[in-house]
RNA sequence: GCCCACAUAGCUCAGUCGGUAGAGCGCAUUCUUGGUAAGAAUGAGGUCAUCGGUUCGAAUCCGAUUGUGGGCUCCA
């Protein structure tokens, strides 16, 4: 056994130390499931009544006094009969009784808490050295909405005190990473609660760093076969009918506009109107494939307490595009949009993603042939590039099998980024067709794809990559120019002028401050480069640079240190 | 949407037992004109999220609403 697994018993014991602190505070407990987790583990209670965090210290001096009575955990083996008697009081284990299979579960006892688990265990409860109880929240029975909610308490379980602090550490580091955090620090953007949860507002310098990806974006689609679309913001109800939209998707959709007397919906997603252009004449195979990309912002309901800073929003702007393309050009077509995927992930330096290939749900349209050859590209795709991957059976979109890639925040959070799937129901309900060699009327294949995924949560997770000290070429403000005193702005607005011509995205700190409270400032502001113009710059033409990290670079010619920020600019570094 | 918590100046946060509000940063003005992470003084800035209740009196206690955070469900 290794020391992860080792790991995992030990957290998934401290559950259950947790469940008989629980128990001996309230004897009609409840008891669900209490797993180990990363880092930690939690169960799930049913609680005569709701806990406050008051109460954990509470929970975690009567779990130590478990933990130092040292008691044993024993296993015995009954019969299903034999269990329902002895969890006659535990729904919820009565429950899980009926669901396994065999004919004998496995029961687990320490002190005077005893609970269907199947193990394993360690041997006494003193094995468990460190724990800390961290947050309660509330979870379905089951995970399943329509059933009770129950209280679920999460802890954290280590090998050691030492590394039970460093965990705890961890996470203050990382909230300091936290784009919400960030995002007011460096004043990059708002969700100002007077528009709505949500909706965000980019300022000034989150809106450079939009443009910068924009920028990069578009040129590389251009540069790889794509043509950009833009279309309205709202359609006919009749649309979104034809789409299916209105059938599957409509409490995601905010409640229609109505205009002489039709209504018009704010758009969820770009697919229709791509679609649109797509039908706008009749389609040779021979200009297949067709890819159409688009920035295009989409409105989508969220329930109110799923929204989170950047990273899930209710208006957001897709990195969206629709490949239409003959069957003969779909593993071509899939090959080059992971290539293409790939590129972006490594420009933006994400070394750390998961890969999820998602196939056929059992409540599926389209027919079982075309579901296995996309799915089998998509595998073949993954394999090609030899990224290790997730099968999430029956996961798919009922239109389609996909591919996701998630990337994890600070915390550890996976959000999904990419997507890439593939539609058998939108070219059947727009009844789309190309022309092929023989003559007759195809079906095309479609594929959606946002490789960022929605520039949004791509932001966030930005943010948090770099935390917030991003590259020369995204810096909202790339060069700091500072004047050592007064008498030196008028030479520092002529360097802006230079650098601005450049392309360089400059500032001048002319405030009459201190060089050194200035230098604070463009520090605590992660811009990369600050220039310092005093005499001795004056006089000699020349700059004395200093970089984000403290380094000082030697003094130049302006003209050399304008060139070192363009070649970085220009190489993404 | 559901469970728990939280909401005080632009930001970060104090505010004891219920007696009508404070700091630092930032901002404005003035002084200072400096050499690689904080020069100084003065000043402005608050319906204590909103609405209602209890009370002689509420930032403080209670309820509702809104928003935020951590989860659950759902998703880019």
Redesign the pocket.
Known sequence: MNEAEKLEIMRHSASHVMAEAILSMFPDAKFAIGPAIENGF?YDFELPR????DDLPVIENKMSEIIKANLPFTRKELTKEEAKKLFANQPYKLELIEDIADEKVGIYQQGKFVDLCRGPHISSTGEIKAFKL???????WR???HNA?L??V?GIAFGSKQELDEYLTKIEEAKKR?H??LG??LDLFL?P?EI???LVIYTPKGGRIRTAVEDFWRKEHFANGYEILYTPHIGLSKLWETSGHLGFYKE?MYSPITIDEQDYYLKPMNCPFHILAYKSRIRSYRELPLRWAELGTVY?Y?????????????G?T?DDAHIFCTPEQMNAEISEVLRFLLFMLDTFGFPKYKVYLSTRPKDAVGEQQKWEDAQNALRHVIDENKLEYHVDEGGG?FYGPKI?I?IEDA?G???????I?FDFNLPERFNMTYVGADGKEHQPYMIHR?L???W???FGLLIEHYAGAFPVWLSPVQVKII??????NEHARKLEKEFKTQGIRVEVDD???????K???A??EKIPY?V???????AENTV???R?S?E?LP?QPLAAFIETVCKEIANKS
């Open positions: 939690y709701s806990l406050s965090p961290m947050s309660i929240a509330g979870a379905y995970g399943d909405e909610m209280q679920r999460y936290d919400r955090k007011k620090d969700i609660e709505g949860g949500g995601n989508r969220e329930m109110s307490g799923v929204l989170s800073g950047l990273m899930r929003v209710r957001f897709q979109a996701d998630k915390l959070r996976e959000w999904q980024a990419t997507t799937q946002a960022l995924g929605s949004e949560r791509f004047p050592v005193s007064d008498r030196h405030r009459s401050e201190r060089m050194n409270q230098i604070r400032q520090q605590l600050m310092i113009i005093g005499d001795k710059e004056i004395s640079v200093r984000r403290g000082q003094t």
